[in-house]
């Protein structure tokens, strides 16, 4: 298969080198990776690039992702985001068998773990404030100084640790803390924290518990227990790295993952961490996670991009430790590429005005045969009405015409795409001035867009018939923030917002489009990608993209 060639012509990224080295060696058997989301948001295009390391990686070395709810957080989290994290993964196309799990399945095992710490003197209670741990955690040129708690002996250790377990006592009155080194260079390995107490009711484990493990504490455990041998994150976890490997040293499980850093995904013109894409919602900047403006993967696919098309604009990007920022038009371009292919071609006409032609019969109905994608034979073909009444969009027409232009105007031929040439006449206005009919005729040697005299018609434009065509509301997007990157002047990214990021237009559409599923790639003949929404109850598509790069050419000027 041809796409198989190029995959193997690619150069390995640093992370399949590591892999493909581990499997010589024999280090490793068999690749078992895992993707982690935090259930306490929608996934989002960043996570993409992480899903589509892992993923691939897996598959391409016939091992096996795991997907992992880390669900150590108690108040965050929420039962809609595990299902939506499922289901954007599912739709992306790929696949972790049975193997889902959640961090909270192993919190027993988690707390085992802990104890075992307390009883080898690598771990102790600590009720310094938490300023108080702040000061004494020392700074990138300054050593840390050591808690007078950690003196304290394992028995008592066992006691207290027991004590917040039984919540015996309040929040932020004591922390079970790692006993690694106060003088360490890195300060992750200054005795960081492993347990806290937190009396909110968590999602799956409800008020079982009332202490919850740190993350670093957490990870590396999550990944040993389920025998993950490489665990692929972002570069802020490097640093972190040397704590990662003391867990899984002391964990007393019989594996050592291998913990990777990748940069993360930033891109243009949008925010992406969870924490503002929620506040956009909650503040209802934006309809919903997945409002088709927003860099959510399931907005992307509400909006009518393809996962082919994401997971392409996934490795482009590919896999490095280089920090950036990739261009928004990367991603549109990477939709243009597949939905050009896909696309089934269609005739929309969004801001409408009535052609009547005057010298058609009155009550003359035919019809003209079109291909429903020139670039697939197999998509077949329909058949468009025509007849005396059509729309054409209201920017195809000008009264009296500016120099090169090649549409309709009175006295100026155009063709009308698989059907006449026709000429504009006259005109009829309403009383502020605005254009509400246009007088044509027709040559009726012209039938299906040529005529045997070898006139040339500069201009092709789409239309629909106007008894026949439905109504739909059409929704075309622009970025949701004005700034490359949202805040960086103010501080605030809500400075940056968009204020016209959604236009909704009134269109006349064919009617044969009324029966397409959501999801379907369509193109409105010269107008862009579209795709019909799967949220409205009315008839709304969503414009994926515009066909042409227009943004960036407006740019340039
Ligand atoms: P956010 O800051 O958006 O909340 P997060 O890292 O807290 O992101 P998680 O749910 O914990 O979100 O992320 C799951 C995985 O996705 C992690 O391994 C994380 O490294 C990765 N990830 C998150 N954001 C990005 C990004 N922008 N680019 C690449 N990978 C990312
Ligand atoms: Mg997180």
Redesign the pocket.
Known sequence: METDKTEEKKPLSFIEQIVENDLKSGEVKEIVTR????PN?YL?I??L??INISFSIAKKYNGICHLRM?DTNPEKEDGEYISSIEQDIKWLGFDWGDKVYFASDYYEQMYNIAVNLIKEGLAYVDDLSPEEIKKYRGTLTEKGKESPSRSRSISENLRLFEEMKNGLHPEGKYILRAKIDMSSPNINMRDPAIYRIRYAEHPRTEKKWCIYPMYDFAHPIEDAIEGITHSI??LEFEDHRPLYNWFCEHDDIECYPKQREFS???ITYTV????HLRELVEKGYVDGWDDPRMPTISAARRRGFTPASLIDFASRVGTTKVEGIVDYSLLEFCAREDLNKKALRYMAVLDPVKVVIDNYPKDKEETFTTANNPENESDGEREIPFSREIYIERSDFMEVPVKGYHRLYIGGEVRLKSAYYITATSVEKDDQGNITLIHATYDPLSKGGDTKDGRKVKGTIHWVDASKAADAKVRLYDKLFTEEVPGAKTGNYLDDLNKDSLKELNAKVEKDMLNIAPGVPLQFMRMGYFTRDSKSKEIVFNRTVTLKDTWAKTQKQ
């Open positions: 993707f982690p989301p935090e948001g989002h960043g996570h690039k992480a880390d994150c972002t993360r995904l930033n992406m961490s969870k924490r």
